[in-house]
């Protein structure tokens, strides 16, 4: 099996590539066209600002490339966020495979009252952002989580995050209620770090490698 991770200049690239290897997965680190559409699985990983992660794909002539993919494609992270249609992230429009929007979290965004606030959820003045840390996701579907149980806790870094939208694959709330996985056809896409999430990310890993 030939596996490409795409390298524009704004990926968790070494991370995902060792997280593989312990899988007995070797994986091709390239910006080359020809060598991602050949490849029979393709990562699409990011990590940094949207707007300047839009660009480096431009200047590499990789957009067109990834909306062409026929072949099972993960998105992680950023990943994900620039495969949704816009940014907020420096007004930046995405790759359009999934129609949603990506909003900056804000403690205004906060709906709920104190009363309302669910057990273990601190008031909101108490949330950080950027979320960093462990999370669950639920509504779990699709064959990327075959095998993960509900409620299952994943490892994020973002400050954005893709609103709901028919695509979920998988939901997580920090201050609101956010797509922490999207799927369409050939393409799934997580908001979380599976290469840093422990079992539960390596079994989705072990999971896209077997679609």
């Known amino acids: 099996m030939k596996l490409s991770i795409i390298n524009y200049g704004s990926g968790n690239i070494q991370s995902?590539?060792?997280?593989l290897e312990r899988l007995g997965v070797h994986a091709q680190i390239t910006e080359n066209a020809e060598e991602i559409i050949a490849a029979d699985k393709v990562i699409f990983p990011g990590v940094g600002e949207a707007s300047f992660a839009m660009k480096?794909?431009?200047?590499?002539?990789?957009?067109?490339v990834i909306r062409s993919l026929k072949q099972p494609v993960l998105g992680i992270c950023l990943g994900m966020q620039l495969l949704c249609e816009h940014s907020e992230?420096?007004?930046t429009d995405g790759i359009g495979i999934f129609k949603t929007q990506v909003k900056k979290f804000s403690h205004s965004l906060w709906t709920k009252s104190k009363d309302e606030l669910p057990a273990g959820v601190y008031e909101v003045r108490d949330m950080k952002i950027p979320q960093i840390g462990w999370n669950t996701i639920t509504g779990l579907k699709g064959k990327l989580f075959?095998?993960?149980?509900?409620?299952?806790?994943?490892y994020y870094v973002h400050g954005y995050y893709a609103e709901n939208s028919?695509?979920?694959?998988?939901?997580s709330d920090y201050i609101l209620s956010y797509a922490a996985a999207v799927s369409k056809e050939n393409f799934n896409a997580v908001q979380f770090h599976p290469e840093?999430?422990?079992a539960?990310?390596?079994?989705?890993?072990?999971?896209f490698i077997e679609l």
């Open 56 to 64: 480096q794909l431009h200047e590499k002539n990789l957009v067109n």
């Open 196 to 198: 840093k999430s422990g």
């Open 146 to 154: 075959a095998g993960i149980p509900e409620n299952a806790f994943v």
């Open 166 to 171: 028919e695509n979920n694959s998988a939901t």
């Open 200 to 207: 539960a990310g390596e079994k989705i890993l072990r999971n």
């Open 89 to 91: 992230e420096g007004n």
């Open 16 to 19: 995902i590539k060792f997280a």
